[in-house]
């Protein structure tokens, strides 16, 4: 099969329009790709590009990363989701200084046996830094790849998730790979991100489109094609929001495992009965229930119900936790709704 045209193509075409002026693209520093990798993850690249910066300020290397405290990583990841990425951050820097002397393994074989670094990102990192002909197959170019040759197997059955990373190493440019390597592996990341969107996709200016089987049957929404899909699930929180005489509130810290693990957030209940019973007499006639609201997470949506009660001086919520004043809380590791809730209400007060 000739297949030396469609790299060809990548390549040219993300050298003339792909996107040059990401913060991440002008180094090969591993550290540095490896983090954009980790947080561009199920996050647009706008949102990305708020949190990079703030993120290389604090922890401006792998050592550093690994010797500071998980509880200020996640503080720092607050409200860009997925914190699992987070806390396998931490534990993959504290195991390239323990295990590779602080320098990323070059390889994509050996970057897969670190915390929270899948086949594709350790090939992207391996391409990028490396130059190592390694192929990605994130959910961009899994659609690149199924639109551009018509394969609508089942990528829901294993057995087609590995034939298309079969195809996608077949794809891979012939030559210096460590000149290829980059643009193509760039460029795969912004058509798929770009131009051959999920909806709408531009398929006019899309390189590849004389020779595109789905845009040739002019139905890109068909691919790609995956039957076997998590089903979701709803699950309704009461969160208690317990402030004092001083606007303090009251925050603990989740368990190392479940839903919001280690960060910090308001007291979790079953329901809007047990949550009343665990508060002082003289502070339930005056507590107030907010409208509720959704949050919706990948494969989950949470009701989310808070009930606001001042608590009498001296009195405090059962269970571990702390009060936290307005200047405090903002600097912990919450999860989003839990953070936009705070932000909202008149006590808080942003710094400046």
């Not at 913060?23 to 561009?40: C, F, G, K, N």
């Not at 915390?115 to 990028?128: D, E, V």
């Not at 909806?199 to 595109?212: M, S, Y």
């Amino acid at each position: 099969m000739d297949t030396g045209w469609f790299s060809a193509r990548i390549i040219d075409w993300q050298r003339r329009h792909g996107r040059h002026g990401l913060p991440w693209q002008a180094t090969h520093d591993p550290y540095r790709v490896w983090l954009s990798e980790i947080m561009l993850q199920q996050t647009q690249v706008a949102t990305v590009l708020d949190y990079y910066p703030r993120f290389l300020a604090r922890f401006p290397d792998v050592a550093s990363l690994a010797a500071g405290a998980q509880d200020e990583v996640l503080a720092l990841w607050s409200g860009l989701g997925y914190y699992a990425r987070a806390r396998n951050l931490h534990a993959c820097a504290q195991q390239v200084v323990a295990r590779f002397g602080g320098r990323f393994p070059r390889t994509a074989a050996e970057l897969q046996s670190l915390p929270g670094i899948g086949r594709s990102t350790a090939a992207a990192i391996a391409a990028f830094c490396f130059g190592e002909r390694a192929a990605i197959l994130d959910g961009n170019v899994k659609r690149v790849l199924t639109r551009a040759f018509g394969i609508d197997d089942d990528l829901g059955v294993a057995a087609n998730e590995r034939a298309l990373w079969a195809r996608a190493e077949s794809l891979l440019p012939a030559g210096d790979a460590g000149r290829l390597m980059p643009a193509y592996t760039q460029g795969l990341m912004d058509l798929g991100a770009t131009v051959c969107t999920q909806r709408r996709p531009a398929c006019t200016v899309c390189p590849l489109v004389d020779r595109c089987v789905a845009a040739r049957e002019g139905q890109p929404a068909r691919y790609p094609v995956k039957t076997r899909r998590l089903a979701r699930s709803r699950l309704a929180l009461w969160l208690l929001h317990a402030t004092d005489g001083d606007g303090r509130v009251w925050l603990a810290q989740r368990p190392a495992t479940g839903i919001w693990a280690r960060l910090f957030a308001l007291p979790q209940y079953d329901g809007g009965e047990a949550l009343m019973r665990d508060l002082p007499e003289a502070a339930r006639a005056a507590a107030v229930a907010h409208a509720p609201f959704t949050h919706v997470l990948t494969h989950r949506d949470l009701d989310i119900h808070v009930v606001s009660a001042r608590l009498p001086r001296g009195a405090r919520p059962p269970g571990d936790g702390r009060w936290y004043a307005p200047a405090a809380w903002p600097a912990l590791g919450l999860p989003a709704p839990v953070r936009r809730f705070l932000e909202r209400q008149p006590q808080y007060t942003p710094v400046e």
